[in-house]
């Protein structure tokens, strides 16, 4: 089950069970308690996001993905702003961004492989991989270059990689079922 977020917001919380909470369990848990249009609202910003942070994303899910981001930018700024500048704080940057998020998955590819869980996990991976506390710097640095040479080799001479023949649209640890279906690990 994923971790309590008021104990954990000042720690370690990884973003992944940021997005959960937010975007998977949100809408669900929100239902009811706030007003049919601000609960509305925020299910499009939900469907929105979770349609960027697919591995694959069809042309027809960015269309729909560009729909309903508009639509939240939109009655977001409705809802909340009222076109009274005194309240336009409100609009940040990041929901204006938004109305980019698209373009910016045709340009870069979906969200999840430009967003900060690459560097969190290989950051959580090289922390795992220190075994001397007392010079971590230096262990951590060594870690890294050591990473930093195994990569290059494995772009250097593909045939170094013990990976390079599985799926590669399943994660770590998945077992393809086929027709489509894989069981992913917990």
């Known amino acids: 089950p994923p971790r309590n977020p008021a104990e954990k917001i000042n720690s370690g919380y990884k973003a992944w069970e940021f997005l959960l909470y937010l975007f998977g369990l949100g809408p669900g848990l929100l239902y009811g308690l706030l007003p049919m249009r601000y609960w509305m609202n925020f299910c499009k910003l939900c469907a929105g996001i979770r349609l ?75 922390t795992g991989e220190i075994h001397q506390d007392s010079n971590s710097y230096a262990n951590l640095s060594e870690r890294c270059i050591k990473r930093a040479q195994i990569n290059a080799l494995k772009a250097a001479i593909p045939e170094l990689d013990a990976d390079r023949d599985k799926e590669s649209w399943l994660p770590r640890g998945a077992v393809d079922l086929g027709d489509n279906y894989a069981l992913l690990r917990k």
């Not at 899910?61 to 700024?77: G, S």
């Not at 009222?82 to 704080?89: I, K």
């Not at 940040?92 to 690459?118: C, D, F, K, M």
């Open 52 to 126: 960027l942070y697919q591995h694959k994303i069809t042309q027809k899910q960015l269309q729909t993905m560009h729909v309903l981001l508009i639509q939240f930018t939109v009655e977001f700024e409705i809802l909340y702003v009222h076109q009274n500048p005194s309240r336009l704080h409100y609009m940040r940057q990041y929901i204006h961004n938004l109305r980019h998020a698209a373009l910016e998955v045709q340009r870069i590819g979906p969200g999840i492989t430009s967003s900060q869980w690459t560097m969190e996990q290989c950051i959580g991976d090289l």
